[in-house]
């Protein structure tokens, strides 16, 4: 089974359009995107009319091709819009959100299972975050804390009292559906794991989850797939690591950059995985 896998391309239409056009001409099965697909710039309440607009006509092409589109949103993807991104996905049979379930195409032996929580970080909005474990400790926050609500942003007054009643990362995995066979099992999780490089900031910091460490060390699926970390490849140098017997990747994405395209082909049967970054000239000029 052949994949193109992308993540964190945050509404930007001509890399959702050249990942179609890309996943087209290789004839490639399932196209997963790890999270952040809504536009993040400019105001973000408007990202409703990114998933009436675009996305919903964007779906209908994989839906014509019967090419599978399995994505979940990220953490920069308001949760006010998690109900309407569900039902735009359920008007196509080849479309599935996979935050929090898992999918198996009909006569695969290959599983799907998917979660969009991410470990606290210092930005002010948390719709996605939360503590990794128990004893996590919070980053110094920058600004204030805010979720969105139906009736705009609210501001948290006491953003670690009110984490310390959420589900922990820990817990969300815990409670995970489970698959039937792990080892053919391939998670999409939008936070990286701690302990592989597949995590570290610009200014060196490693941010990744030790709980999705343990969880993936414990249970040894055949890949997992990861992203938020736009920089990470960059600076550490690693786009992918082996833990055990399972390989996983976070192929990056150059922060706030219009102009390049990275995504990673995957084929599942040989496990040749390979990066690709495309330039944005060059596609508009071919």
């Not at 953003?159 to 995970?176: G, V």
């Amino acid at each position: 089974m052949k994949l193109l896998y992308v993540t964190d391309i945050h509404g930007i239409e001509w890399k959702h359009n050249k990942v179609f056009e890309i996943a087209s001409s290789l004839k490639i099965e399932v196209v997963i995107n790890g999270g952040d697909m809504l536009p993040f710039r400019g105001n973000l309440l408007h990202q409703d009319r990114f998933i009436t607009g675009f996305l919903d006509d964007y779906f209908s092409r994989f839906e014509s091709m019967k090419m599978y589109y399995l994505g979940l949103l990220g953490n920069d993807d308001l949760r006010i819009f998690d109900n309407l991104f569900q039902k735009t996905c359920n008007k196509y049979s080849y479309v599935v959100n996979m935050a929090q379930t898992g999918f198996q195409i009909e006569g695969s032996k290959y599983e799907f299972i998917g979660m969009n929580w991410v470990s606290d970080l210092p930005f002010g909005l948390k719709d996605r975050a939360r503590k990794d474990t128990k004893d996590f400790k919070h980053p110094k926050q920058i600004g204030k804390q805010y979720i969105s609500t139906p009736n705009g942003f609210k501001k948290l007054e006491d953003w670690f009292l009110y984490a310390e009643n959420l589900p922990t990362i820990e817990d969300e995995l815990r409670n995970l559906v489970k698959p039937f066979n792990v080892s053919n099992t391939i998670y999409i999780f939008h936070n990286p794991p701690a302990n592989l490089e597949l995590d570290v900031t610009y200014d060196g910091r490693k941010v990744g989850s030790k709980a999705e460490y343990s969880f993936l060390k414990e249970n040894q699926p055949k890949l997992s797939l990861h992203g938020h970390i736009h920089e990470s490849p960059e600076i550490s140098g690693k786009w992918y690591s082996q833990l055990g017997k399972t390989i996983c990747i976070q192929p990056g994405q150059f922060h706030q950059d219009d102009n390049h395209l990275i995504y990673v082909l995957i084929d599942l049967d040989t496990m040749k995985f390979e990066r690709k970054v495309i330039e944005k000239n060059l596609v508009l000029n071919n």
